[in-house]
């Protein structure tokens, strides 16, 4: 008898999100296919099943190889599906693409806390 697992606790036991919700709203809001379809997150996904998660701008194609509905380690996690070489390579482009296009950080230019000069300033504009 094969076992019944749910779309969205997949996801969360194979570590694509944080949290059942996250993967049951993912699923919900079109952000996961089944087979290439638009799928319900209480649909029971089966072995051999392709996968397209897609979380911000990159997107996973994978091929689920075991169900499970516990979340372990990432050891675990990652034995229970396969990421696809087309699927790796444009992904790894993209990472490439939007790590030359990112804007730096402008929190990351403030370090440790403020002088009594930047304090000032800081007052200076939300007096305004």
Known sequence: MEERV?????LWAARFFKTRT??????EGGRVHLNGERTK?????RVGDELTITR???????????LSDHRGSAAIASKLYVET???VKKREQML??????????PR???RGRPSKKDRRQIDRLRRR
């Open 22 to 27: 996250l993967a049951h709203d993912a699923v």
């Open 56 to 66: 911000g701008q990159l997107r996973h194609v994978v091929v689920i190889r075991v």
């Open 6 to 10: 749910r779309l969205d606790k997949w």
């Open 108 to 110: 990351k230019e403030i």
């Open 85 to 87: 070489e087309a699927s």
């Open 41 to 45: 997150p209480s649909r029971a996904p």
């Open 96 to 105: 490439v693409f939007l790590r030359a296009t990112a804007l730096p950080d």
